[in-house]
C-alpha cells in the first residue's frame, strides 16, 4: 500500500511519463506549499471580481437537434470550438463550446435508437474527443484518449441505445493531457436517454439542473489552473446550474417535481439539500430509476461525475432554497473553498389552481442482481508530492503507477462478472469512474466496518472516501480497452487512471 509522501526537503520522488510532462507544462516556478508568494495561488482569490447576475428563470438547455429523417434514429453534428460567454455583467468570457454552447447542447434519445453524432474537432491545435460518459457504447465509440481527433478534423461517433438503458449520462472531451482543462472551458453537456415507458408521473415534469464550476479572474478570462488546482481538482469562484449563478424555478404551490442532478463540475463535491423542511424522495442514480423511491433524505453528496434524480414536494407557497452542506473531502495546502452555504437554486411556490399530483409508484423496476463474481481485483489509489528541481511534482497513481496510453493494465473477458475493491488510503476522496458500463456497490469498508447500500442502484461513478474502500460488482459486455479513474479531472490527467481490455 503506497501513502502518500509530502516532502519539502528537495529529495524527489520518481514522476515519470505523463505526469512529469505535464508539470513541465504547467511551467510553475513554486518555492514551497507553506509560503504562497501570490495570490493567484489561492482557488478563491477572484471572487468578487466579476459580479455575475443572479435571480433570472432557470432556463432549458438548448437541445441538439436531430436531423434524422427516419424514426428510431439520432443524428446530429457537435462542433466544439472557441466561443464567447457572458458570465459576468460587460465581460465577455473566452470558452471551449459544443456549437456555440456551454453547457453543451442536452442530448435527448429514446431507448433503442440509433445514434450518429460527427465532432468536428475545431478547437486550434488541440486534440480532443467525445466521452458518453456512463453509457454502454463500443469502446471504439467511447472517445477514448487514444482514438483522438485531430485539430481540424471530423470523426462519427455510432452506436445503439439499448432496451433498458434509460438513465442521465453526459458527455465531454477525453483527449490523453487535456481532459480537465478542455472540461472546466466548457465542453460538457446532458445525454438523456428516455425510457419507452415512464413510471414517474408527467405531471412532476423533468427538470435538468446540471452543475458547472466557473472561476473568472477580473478581466473575465478563465485563469489557468495554478498548483493547488492540480492538487484538489479546480475548484472555481461560482457553481452554475445550467450556466446561470442561482436562477429561480417559478412552481405552483402543491406540485411535486422531479430533477435530475448532473455534477460536471471538474473537482467539487456538492453536498445538497433544499432545507430542513423539504425533503427529497430519491428515485434514480447514474444508471436509472431505482427498484422503489427512497423518501424523506435531507441531503445528498453529489461527487464530482454523479448524477441522482430526486422528486421533491413543494407543498406551501413560498421559497425554497437548493444549497450546498459542509463536506470536508480532504484539502491539501490553501485556499480550501467554503463549500457551505452557497444558494445554487431558488424555487419559489406560488398560488395556483393544480390537481393534487398523482402518486409516486411503490415499485419503478427491477435490478437484477450481477451474480456471484469469479474474479477479484484491487485497485489503491495512491497520491505523492515532493519538491523536485523544477518545483512541486506531485503524482497520482493507482496501484503505484501514473497512467501510460501504451500500458494496459490488466485484461478481462466479455461478460465476466468481476469484484473490484477500490481502496482510498490516501489523504483525499477520490471519485472512481468505469467506462462503459455501470456497476453496483456491494459494500463499503472503513476501520474494519463493513456497511452495505442501502439501496440498489446501477452507477458508473462512486465516491471512495479517504480511509475508506469501495467493493463493486460490474461487467463489460463488449470487447475493447475501457477506462478507470478519479473523476476529479486534475487527478484523471496527472495520472489516476488505468486501462484495461475486455476481449
Ligand atoms: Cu466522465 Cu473517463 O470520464
Ligand atoms: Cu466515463
Ligand atoms: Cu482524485
Not at 470550438?81 to 429514446?110: M, S
Request: net charge negative.
Amino acid at each position: 500500500m503506497k501513502r502518500r509522501e509530502f516532502l519539502l526537503t528537495g529529495a524527489a520522488i520518481c514522476i515519470s511519463g505523463p505526469a512529469l510532462a505535464q508539470m513541465k507544462m504547467m511551467n510553475h516556478d513554486m518555492p514551497g506549499m507553506g509560503t504562497m508568494p501570490n495570490g493567484q495561488m489561492m482557488p478563491q482569490a477572484d471572487i468578487g471580481a466579476a459580479s455575475l447576475p443572479e435571480g433570472a428563470p432557470l432556463r432549458d438547455l438548448p437541445r441538439l437537434v436531430n436531423t434524422a429523417t427516419e424514426p428510431g434514429r439520432f443524428e446530429a453534428e457537435l462542433n466544439a470550438a472557441p466561443a464567447t460567454a457572458r458570465f459576468a455583467e460587460g465581460l465577455d468570457t473566452p470558452v471551449l463550446a459544443y456549437n456555440g454552447q456551454t453547457p453543451g447542447p442536452l442530448i435527448e434519445a429514446a431507448e433503442g435508437d440509433h445514434i450518429t453524432i460527427t465532432l468536428a474537432n475545431r478547437i486550434p491545435d488541440e486534440e480532443s474527443t467525445i466521452h458518453w460518459h456512463g453509457m454502454p457504447v463500443p469502446a471504439d465509440q467511447d472517445g477514448n484518449p487514444m482514438d483522438p481527433v485531430a485539430a481540424g478534423a471530423d470523426r462519427v461517433y455510432t452506436f445503439d441505445v439499448p432496451e433498458g438503458s434509460a438513465a442521465s449520462y453526459w458527455y465531454h472531451p477525453h483527449p490523453h493531457g487535456k481532459t480537465a482543462e478542455q472540461v472546466y472551458r466548457g465542453l460538457a453537456g446532458v445525454f438523456l436517454v428516455k425510457p419507452k415507458i415512464d413510471p414517474i408521473p408527467p405531471a412532476y415534469g423533468d427538470t435538468v439542473l446540471f452543475f458547472t464550476d466557473l472561476r473568472l479572474a477580473a478581466d473575465g478570462t478563465m485563469p489557468p489552473n495554478n498548483m493547488v488546482d492540480l492538487m484538489n481538482g479546480r475548484v472555481g469562484d461560482y457553481v452554475l446550474v445550467n450556466g446561470q449563478k442561482n436562477p429561480i424555478l417559478s412552481v405552483i404551490a402543491g406540485t411535486k417535481r422531479r430533477f435530475r442532478l448532473f455534477n460536471a463540475t471538474n473537482a467539487r463535491f456538492l453536498r445538497l439539500s433544499f432545507g430542513e423542511t423539504t425533503p427529497m424522495t430519491i428515485i434514480g442514480t447514474d444508471g436509472g430509476l431505482l427498484e422503489a423511491p427512497i423518501a424523506d433524505v435531507g441531503d445528498i453528496l453529489l461527487a464530482p461525475a454523479e448524477r441522482l434524480e430526486v422528486i421533491v414536494a413543494f407543498d406551501k407557497p413560498g421559497t425554497t432554497t437548493l444549497g450546498t452542506l459542509d463536506y470536508d473531502r480532504g484539502w491539501m495546502g490553501p485556499g480550501r473553498p467554503n463549500e457551505a452555504g452557497l444558494s445554487l437554486l431558488r424555487v419559489q411556490a406560488v398560488e395556483g389552481s393544480t390537481e393534487p399530483p398523482p402518486p409516486l409508484p411503490a415499485r419503478l423496476r427491477s435490478i437484477p442482481d450481477l451474480g456471484t463474481p469469479s474474479v477479484k481485483r484491487r485497485f489503491v489509489f495512491g497520491e505523492a508530492m515532493s519538491m523536485g528541481a523544477n518545483g512541486m511534482e506531485m503524482a497520482f497513481m493507482i496501484n503505484g503507477a501514473s497512467f501510460d496510453m501504451k500500458r494496459v493494465d490488466f485484461v478481462s473477458k466479455v461478460g465476466q462478472v468481476e469484484l473490484w475493491e477500490v481502496q482510498n488510503p490516501a489523504d483525499m476522496d477520490h471519485p472512481f469512474h468505469v467506462h462503459g458500463t455501470q456497476f453496483q456497490v456491494i459494500e463499503r469498508e472503513r476501520g474494519g466496518n463493513v456497511s452495505k447500500p442501502l439501496y440498489k442502484a446501477w452507477r458508473d461513478t462512486v465516491n471512495v472516501a479517504r480511509g475508506e474502500t469501495v467493493r463493486v460488482a460490474l461487467r463489460q459486455d463488449m470487447p475493447g480497452p475501457r477506462m478507470y479513474h478519479c473523476h476529479i479531472l486534475e487527478h484523471e490527467q496527472l495520472g489516476m487512471m488505468g486501462q484495461y481490455v475486455a476481449s
